[in-house]
């Protein structure tokens, strides 16, 4: 079973940029689709961004879009979630999730098997 751990998170204020990082090992990246879920201690779990593995294919939520990019380098084994434009209503914990050979990643977590610890994002002033 693949391993997922997440990187990149910390406090920055409103406006400024992260890129979060999420490893992949124990198998090749190429065959996963890869989303990242967001948390707020007492609400329901929210996807965010996804990267399908057979064409690459991505998915926003609405919130985020124009503002949050997903990439994926296959050689690094990693996947990346960069970050603009930041709001304080995008402060949560962030996890990967992956599943091997899903077609079409979605951002519901029930498609996804593995997931990383997550890591925390807060923005404030």
């Known amino acids: 079973q693949v391993q997922l751990v997440e990187s990149g998170g910390g406090s920055v204020q409103p406006g400024e940029s992260l890129r979060l990082s999420c490893t992949v090992s124990?198998?090749?990246?190429?065959?996963?689709?890869i989303a990242w879920f967001r948390q707020i201690p007492g609400k329901e779990r929210e996807g965010v961004s996804c990267?399908?593995?057979?064409?690459?294919?991505?998915y926003y939520t609405d919130s985020v879009k124009g503002r949050f990019t997903i990439s994926r380098n296959n050689f690094k084994n990693t996947v990346d979630l960069h970050m603009h434009s930041l709001k304080a209503e995008d402060t949560a914990v962030y996890y990967c999730?992956?599943?091997?050979?899903?077609?079409?990643?979605?951002?519901?977590?029930?498609?996804?098997?593995?997931w990383g610890q997550g890591t925390q994002v807060t923005v404030s002033s």
């Open positions: 124990g198998d090749f990246l190429q065959y996963y689709a």
């Open positions: 990267i399908s593995y057979s064409d690459d294919s991505t």
């Open positions: 999730a992956t599943e091997r050979g899903l077609l079409a990643c979605g951002l519901d977590d029930y498609l996804y098997n593995s």
